[in-house]
């Protein structure tokens, strides 16, 4: 009996200073799985990205949030889950999709797989699901309809480095994320990440697939870290420090306000804007419009302040113009009835331009140069997920 006694308060001893250990040693103890689990995201398999069990980076499958304004007037829904494309639309040797916009004028090819899945708010969503490769090709021929081998390659790069970066930041730091509470997609098809209309011609596919295994698994890093992708147009001449324009990127001092080798001065642009029409667009009595440069925000009323972003997503939905630049001057027409913007560069001004990477290109810089000029002291490397 005093034996079982003791046997008994030995085992408890031994819970009770088990659970002692346990209960202070077990961040030292667990952290080491933890972090690594944290630090290598392909160990998550997510419905937005399928890691390629061989063939590296380029060859994962990434979802893809499709606009369906544009194209679900030809697809109906047929199940939980099941897609279903109307006689308009066709499989194409089983890895492309292809359907008729919402006119009937013109048809839209994907590759890879398209699928509908429902939303809870009782929609449902268009998803691509596609090679990164593929994704890259398809990327490259919707921002530049001609390029050369070159340029296409920079590009390239940098769209990888988008797609890197928003996996990593998904499975790492959400909050920097472009969707970070998407559950099956990865990012969209819109300029918010990156302009994507699928393969837009079979020609120009081919070629810009090139490029993208020109630089295979390649990607842009900054202290180890992917690089934030930003490219436009065309600058007008001169690139803007990117954190000038995108006050969140304060810590990426790799952009840099430097001279760039497109035309100065181009492209020229001007916009008209009733005075009346964005009064109701802003909800108050809209009398001056101007920018402040650093940090930059467009200013009404000479008060208000709005950044780049802000503004441009109240105008595309106004279904005014919209602004092609953040560098314009502000003028009044038609006795003040009317804003009469004229301005130089195409997108935002940032990071690379395609017009100075293409001058650039011409004067017999590769990719690797080309990049080093627009993204200061940064490392291409090769990755695998
Ligand atoms: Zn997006
Ligand atoms: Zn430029």
Known sequence: ???????????????????????????VIFSPFVLSALASPAAVTQPYFISSAAGGFDESTIAVLIDRKKYLSEIILSGAGIICITPAGEKINGSFVSFMDKEKKSSFTFAGEVKI??????????INLVRVKDYIACVLISELASGDYQTWRSLAVLVRTMVYKEIIDRSCDSSEARHPGAADFLICARTHC?????????????????????????????????????????????????????????????????TCHCPKGLPAWKNIYDGKKLSRLFGYSVRDIETS????????????????DEFISRIEKSGLTRLKSPFFKVSRGGDGAFFVIEGVGLGHCAGLCIEGARAMSKAGADFKKILNYYYKSCILKSVDL
């Open 194 to 258: 990156a302009s994507y209309r699928g393969v837009l011609s079979k020609h120009l596919y081919f070629k810009a697939l090139k490029a993208a295994k020109g630089t295979e698994n390649i990607i842009l890093t900054h202290g180890g870290r992917p690089v934030y992708s930003l490219y436009s147009s065309a600058c007008g001449g001169k690139i803007v420090r990117a954190q000038i324009i995108y006050h969140a990127l304060s810590g990426c001092e790799y952009f840099e306000d430097k």
């Open 117 to 126: 899945i429902p939303c809870a708010s009782g929609g449902y969503e268009l």
């Open 1 to 27: 009996m005093n034996y079982e006694i003791t046997l008994k308060k030995s085992i408890c001893l031994i819970i009770i200073f088990g659970g002692f250990i346990l209960f202070f040693l077990w961040p």
């Open 293 to 308: 440069d650093n940090p930059y925000y467009i200013v009404i009323n000479k008060k208000i302040r709005y950044t780049f």
